[in-house]
Nanobody, 124 residues
Framework: QVQLVESGGGLVQAGASLRLSCAAS????????MGWFRQAPGKEREFVAS????????YYADSVKGRFSISRGNARNTVFLEMNSLKPEDTAVYYC?????????????????WGQGTQVTVSS
């Protein structure tokens, strides 16, 4: 059974940092690409970052480029999202996702498996 469990969210002030983690199980983690998405109240789910199976290719949304960094630890079946210089507009539920291909992708429809999400709230 595929499971993706996010952790690391919380309430922080603008300018702070957070590190999200996503623990994966039930599939060959080292063979698939992973992604992070977010959804704010009243908005559609949007792409944040993604990483290829081997970690050599990453993509970022323009809104987070230079502030967020995605990485993966294949030995620990975990993907991370390091978030720096957080802004109030980063407030959202953050979701981890996995796709059954090695190449990273940037749209929700490209991902078959999803976690339950972790709330990130940034106060001004």
């Amino acid at each position: 059974q595929v499971q993706l469990v996010e952790s690391g969210g919380g309430l922080v002030q603008a300018g702070a940092s957070l590190r999200l983690s996503c623990a994966a199980s039930g599939f060959a983690f080292g063979s698939v690409a992973m992604g992070w998405f977010r959804q704010a109240p009243g908005k559609e789910r949007e792409f944040v970052a993604s990483i290829s199976q081997g970690g050599d290719t990453t993509y970022y949304a323009d809104s987070v480029k230079g502030r967020f960094s995605i990485s993966r630890g294949n030995a620990r079946n975990t993907v991370f999202l390091e978030m720096n210089s957080l802004k109030p507009e980063d407030t959202a539920v953050y979701y981890c996702a996995a796709r059954r291909y090695s190449a990273a992708a940037t749209t929700p429809a490209d991902y078959e498996y999803w976690g339950q999400g972790t709330q990130v709230t940034v106060s001004s």
